[in-house]
């Protein structure tokens, strides 16, 4: 599977839109990315996932770049509670993730 | 529904023990995975079951850790002969089917002394 790039950390005012940056140069057509985050000390929590189009849930938006070469997960309006570690994961299988560092997210007040 | 439970929540060993680790997957939920979870780091790929097969074992890290579903529901990691560095977060997950979204139990946190 392909390996990713996140920043290690990032801020957010509550109430404003964060968006959470992945670098994958090196995902292959048949792969998918994928997003969970982390909160505190609890299991991983899904988020959303796609493969070449834009996807949008109750939780966030994901855009995939035309080139599929990087993303962007989209939190449209963070709150206190959405504060976690966010990993971006491309797989082919969907099952063997490999979670890697991910970013970090403080939202504040 | 409940959700994925695991047992222990806390386990720990000396050196050279065997020790399981159990998981209760979600009802219904055709697979399950294993992982484990380093301090500050996420969580790494162990291994994977459809049912009581085990599909991909990729990950275990050497020949004392096992995995085994036998009536693909609950599933059991073993790993004999501890050692200090297998201490970590255990996590395990299923999901309704492969490939799916998984949801993640609250892990076991395994400390060999």
């Known amino acids: 599977d392909a390996k990713t790039t996140q920043p290690t950390s990032m801020d957010c005012a509550e109430g404003r839109a964060a968006n959470l940056p992945c670098n994958h140069s090196?995902?292959?057509?048949?792969?998918?990315v994928y997003w969970y985050r982390q909160i505190h000390s609890q299991g991983p929590q899904y988020i959303i996932h796609g493969l070449k189009n834009n996807e949008t849930n109750e939780m966030a938006s994901l855009i995939i770049t035309e080139d599929r070469k990087s993303s962007t997960l989209i939190l449209p309006h963070a709150t206190l509670r959405d504060t976690a570690v966010y990993y971006c994961i491309v797989s082919v299988s969907g099952y063997a993730l490999n979670f890697g560092k991910g970013t970090s997210l403080l939202v504040t007040p | 529904g409940a959700g994925v439970s695991q047992s222990p929540r806390y386990k720990v060993t000396k050196r050279g023990q065997d020790v399981a680790l159990r998981c209760d997957p979600i009802?219904?939920?055709?697979?399950l995975y294993w992982y484990r979870q380093a301090l500050g780091q996420g969580p790494e790929f162990l291994t994977y079951?459809?049912?009581?097969?085990?599909?991909?074992k990729s990950g275990l890290p050497n020949d004392r850790f096992s995995a085994e579903r036998p009536e693909g529901s609950i599933s059991t990691l073993t790993i004999q002969r501890t050692e200090q560095r297998d201490s970590a977060m255990y996590r395990c997950?299923?999901?309704?089917?492969?490939?799916?979204?998984?949801?993640f139990g609250p892990g076991t946190r395994l400390t060999v002394l």
């Open positions: 079951f459809n049912y009581e097969a085990q599909q991909d």
């Open positions: 090196t995902i292959s057509g048949n792969e998918y």
């Open positions: 009802s219904g939920h055709v697979s």
């Open positions: 997950a299923s999901s309704l089917e492969w490939g799916n979204e998984q949801f």
